[in-house]
């Protein structure tokens, strides 16, 4: 086999390439790497190889031709404006979105979304089949993309594939409601290495290939018509330095103390951060604090609560619902528990750049994050990183991936409104000294466990050769 080749060219491939269009005043158009994500924790690698990432750039229509963006090729797979719904609104995050995620949401079939969905799939796997060098590692990331490694396989038996899941992959009492479960499963057998956020999603997959296909497997492997196929977990995190210098920044200290100002100087800041999804629990978060002021528990203007809800897949119906719903109980709550000029819960429903929002976290005695079922959680990780003063708490679900590393958070169950209620008060008059050590712990293990290390112990995993793990231990 010749490594050399391998490791030597990556090919990433993912829904969306990490790029975004802006438009200066004058009308001109430029392409900018959109901040954060998956670009900045791959970049490290990427560039000690010759790399190419291939991925939807936004708008339907005719693909543009990209500049590169530090080093890496771009290419741009094509989508019509039915497509984009068909496949993207529809199949990706209509039906496999919600179902993944415990059918917190009832999951929505139609016949010609699941034909998008392969007819896409099949278009990115010829463009990457076209794109990859000889004996390339090839990186297929998230949802969107379940049927396309057995389609690269297919056209190009050469490369070696590698899939990661960036949310839950459902046991199998949910995943066998999905009428075309089986060529799904398949899809993904594909690949050579199926990664995922825990080991539930492993195990649950694992599972699945023997129950649906016959896959004979013990956990890590799975056989799979003569082929072995390896499956694990490997947590996504954070760039902690850069989190943690961009927190450090003097700019950002001072943004902080003027957010608490403008915020009327309260004792306490309560924090949200989310896309607005019905994934993350808004609501659950928002009727908590509701009866903690109801019955007097916490008080306006002494404590305040920010939620910040980045607009999200806004035609979709059940976005549109839940956010009329978060609204509704925005303004229910400021109705009643608000006073003139300090409302009980600030809602901004925009987007903030990387440094407002390391201001927030900055300016949060207690950071919220409450999901129902999320793969990972960034936000928590991010927030805990921010924290170089060695203040702030973090109350998060255990139904985060989150919650099997930060151990030291209080973690709750967001079902459960008394426990919820319990667990915010518990963060709120928790002794500054345990607080500190417990954001401190888990400082420690996001600098040990960032996404380099992520990056590096997938990729390491997925080339069997051992020459990129050389090749990056060299570098
Ligand atoms: C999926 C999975 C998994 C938020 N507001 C703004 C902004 N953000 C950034 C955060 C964070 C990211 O967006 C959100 O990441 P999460 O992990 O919290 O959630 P999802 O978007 O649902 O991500 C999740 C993740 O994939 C990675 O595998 O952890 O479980 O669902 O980085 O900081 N960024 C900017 N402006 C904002 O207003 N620039």
Known sequence: ???????????VVANRLPIDETVAPDGV?????????????LHPILREVRATWIGWAGGTGRAPELPDVDGVALRAVPLSTKEFHQYYEGFANSTLWPLYHDAVEQPVHHRRWWEAYQRINRRFAEMTAEVAEREALVWVHDYHLQLMPAMLRALRPDVRIGFFLHIPFPPAELFMQLPRRAELLRGLLGADLVGFQGRYGAQNFTQLANRLLGAQSRYPEIVFEGRVVRTGAFPISIDTAAMEELASRPE??????QIRADLGGPENVILGVDRLDYTKGIEHRLTAYRELLADHTLKVPNTVMVQVAVPSRE??????ILRDRVEREVGRINGEFGRVGVPAVHYLNQNFDRAELAALYRAADVMVV????DGMNLVAKEYVASRVDGGGRLVLSEFTGAAAELRQAFLVNPHDLEGLK????RALDADPADASRRIRAMRRYLRAHDVRAWARS????LDDSGALAAALNNG
């Open 1 to 11: 086999m010749n490594t050399e080749m391998r490791r030597n060219s990556i090919v």
């Open 29 to 41: 158009r430029e392409w900018r790497r959109s901040p954060g994500g998956l670009v900045s924790a």
């Open 252 to 257: 950002v200290v001072r943004r902080a103390a």
């Open 315 to 320: 035609r979709i119906e059940h976005y549109r």
């Open 370 to 373: 409450t999901p129902l079922r």
């Open 422 to 425: 319990e667990g915010l008060l």
């Open 458 to 461: 997938y990729l390491t995993a």
